[in-house]
């Protein structure tokens, strides 16, 4: 009960956090859930109500999508997806621990240090760091940080920049979901009540959190985040060592 309790309560701050930075549900709920189940199974788990809530923020974002950059940087997000899916499926859970924990760290850092912000790529280099973001997202649920670097290349404006991102994201999850079910279907099954708790949380979180979290000011909800996501990445690479 308790640790439902805290997967709900971590989840709908994912979502929260996810309405205006446009990630967080997978960097802070996946580290929760491995406390259980392993990052292995977390990645899988969380897949859905990540999909649930990106699914929801893609409905009121939906006339701001750029269809070009979607068309053509989704499929690159996409089949990077499908390969990191596969991947992950034959890679063992302490190796997805660590990848994820460095993964985490190293988003906090930028985020921290500004580096985010100022860091771009070219649209041909662009195509690339898509397609490597979208592996990232398959293997262990983290792709935001390359994935939004390398949006900055095709010079968008801030709607169409938000909406096209979570479009771009829902494309990766449609693509990874089908392999975590047929590989770690079984677990997914035995944790449908860890599912069901996140998936509505996350979905709270997203609709009511934008709220409350548009009182706070921009910079600091930014170094807020990055500080978080840093510091789960050191408690993911911290447990990892001690085992």
Known sequence: MGFAVIVGIVAAVGGAIAS???????????????????????VAVVSIPHF?????RMWGLRHHVNRGV?????????AGGLTGALLHAYAGSPALSALFGCLLAFAGVMGLTGLSQ???????????????????????????GIRSAALLGFDIPKESFVATATAIALVVDVS????????EGKQIAGMWETVAIASAAVVAGTLGGERILRRIPPEQFSRLVSLLILGLGVL??????RH
Do not use: D, H
């Open 20 to 42: 205006l930075a446009g990630f967080g549900i997978g960097s802070v709920l996946t580290p929760v859930i491995a406390l259980q189940a392993g990052t292995k199974i977390a």
């Open 52 to 56: 649930v809530a990106t699914a929801v």
């Open 70 to 78: 979607f068309f053509s940087f989704g499929i690159a997000s996409a």
């Open 118 to 144: 100022r860091m771009r790529f070219g649209r041909r280099s662009a195509y690339i760091a898509g397609a490597a973001s979208g592996a990232f997202g398959g293997l262990v649920g983290n792709q935001s």
């Open 176 to 183: 990874r979901m089908p392999v975590y079910f047929v590989t």
């Open 236 to 241: 993911v690479l911290w447990r990892l060592g």
